[in-house]
């Protein structure tokens, strides 16, 4: 229908190093990811095999779906909780070769659950460029408990861009509710988030904000642009959220008529 105009224009296409979008995959099928995939790659740029489940899989099918989505110009990753149980176990390094066996072209270091000091995951970050990974990293906790300070964010932040990090995740779960700069209710922690982009400063482009709520995707486009990065975003709310990003849903539509007159005039 190219008559219309996006509403809300700008949109960066691929490839592209900004308004990306990470989807979470929780176990879809080989079926499923091929007609997911067949529809919405122009829109994802990785999929994160959530979890530990890489774990789980059949060798031979989570080799052919890494494969897969590969062969859309997506990039396939393990979530971040396999790292951290490779280095409960004393097994990093190993676990890195196995990922790079297996085809996976990225692979994130978090510690959301373990402890991690900071000479180890500066440490990780190295070995993971070293040995050619795109390397995410994620900040923030898990448990709502040891939610960090604005001042321990920082301290990890500047570590893991100085570090050599490409993009830092900033934790929301699946949920995004209760979580480092999410409420219990889905909202935001305005204060953390401006201390977020206070720090980030002229690399806020490297943040991904896992945002698994529409009223939060609209928080961040509103706030940051429709080039924003957004992750934790199930499949079926990828066409959803690209819509938002283009002005094509109400609560995105009204930012292109802000300014002017909503009122249509009769013809």
Same mark, same amino acid.
């Given at each position: 229908?190219?008559?219309?105009?996006?509403?809300?224009?700008?949109?960066?296409?691929?490839?592209?190093?900004?308004?990306?979008?990470?989807?979470?995959?929780?176990?879809?099928?080989?079926?499923?990811?091929?007609?997911?995939?067949?529809?919405?790659?122009?829109?994802?740029?990785?999929?994160?095999?959530?979890?530990?489940?890489?774990?789980?899989?059949?060798?031979?099918?989570?080799?052919?779906?890494?494969?897969?989505?590969?062969?859309?110009?997506?990039?396939?990753?393990?979530?971040?909780?396999?790292?951290?149980?490779?280095?409960?176990?004393?097994?990093?390094?190993?676990?890195?070769?196995?990922?790079?066996?297996?085809?996976?072209?990225?692979?994130?270091?978090?510690?959301?659950?373990?402890?991690?000091?900071?000479?180890?995951?500066?440490?990780?970050?190295?070995? %993971?460029?070293? =040995?050619?990974?795109?390397? @995410?990293?994620?900040?923030?906790? $898990?448990?709502?408990? !040891?939610?960090? #300070?604005? &001042?321990?964010?920082?301290?990890?932040?500047?570590?893991?861009?100085?570090?050599?990090?490409?993009?830092?995740?900033?934790?929301?779960?699946?949920?995004?509710?209760?979580?480092?700069?999410?409420?219990?209710?889905?909202?935001?922690?305005?204060?953390?988030?401006?201390?977020?982009?206070?720090?980030?400063?002229?690399?806020?482009?490297?943040?991904?904000?896992?945002?698994?709520?529409?009223?939060?995707?609209?928080?961040?486009?509103?706030?940051?642009?429709?080039?924003?990065?957004?992750?934790?975003?199930?499949?079926?709310?990828?066409? %959803?959220?690209? =819509?938002?990003?283009?002005? @094509?849903?109400?609560?995105?539509? $009204?930012?292109?008529? !802000?300014?002017? #007159?909503? &009122?249509?005039?009769?013809?």
């Amino acid at each position: 229908m190219g008559y219309l105009k996006f509403p809300l224009e700008g949109r960066r296409e691929k490839p592209r190093s900004t308004g990306l979008t990470m989807v979470i995959d929780k176990g879809v099928g080989l079926a499923a990811l091929t007609d997911f995939l067949e529809l919405n790659w122009p829109y994802v740029d990785f999929i994160k095999f959530s979890f530990g489940t890489s774990l789980i899989y059949p060798k031979k099918i989570l080799q052919e779906k890494i494969e897969l989505i590969k062969s859309y110009d997506v990039t396939p990753y393990p979530g971040g909780t396999l790292f951290e149980i490779a280095v409960a176990q004393n097994k990093m390094e190993e676990y890195f070769r196995k990922l790079k066996k297996l085809g996976f072209p990225a692979l994130e270091i978090s510690d959301g659950t373990i402890k991690l000091p900071v000479s180890l995951r500066k440490e990780a970050i190295r070995l %993971a460029r070293s =040995a050619g990974f795109l390397v @995410l990293t994620e900040v923030g906790k $898990k448990d709502e408990a !040891e939610n960090l #300070s604005l &001042t321990e964010t920082a301290r990890i932040l500047e570590a893991d861009l100085l570090a050599g990090a490409d993009y830092i995740i900033i934790e929301g779960r699946e949920s995004g509710k209760g979580i480092f700069i999410y409420n219990l209710d889905g909202s935001i922690n305005l204060e953390l988030f401006k201390g977020i982009l206070a720090i980030a400063g002229e690399r806020r482009e490297q943040i991904i904000w896992e945002a698994p709520l529409k009223k939060q995707q609209v928080f961040f486009i509103r706030e940051l642009g429709i080039n924003v990065n957004l992750g934790n975003i199930l499949p079926e709310e990828v066409m %959803a959220l690209e =819509a938002l990003r283009r002005g @094509l849903r109400g609560d995105t539509f $009204k930012m292109s008529l !802000e300014g002017s #007159s909503s &009122t249509i005039k009769a013809t």
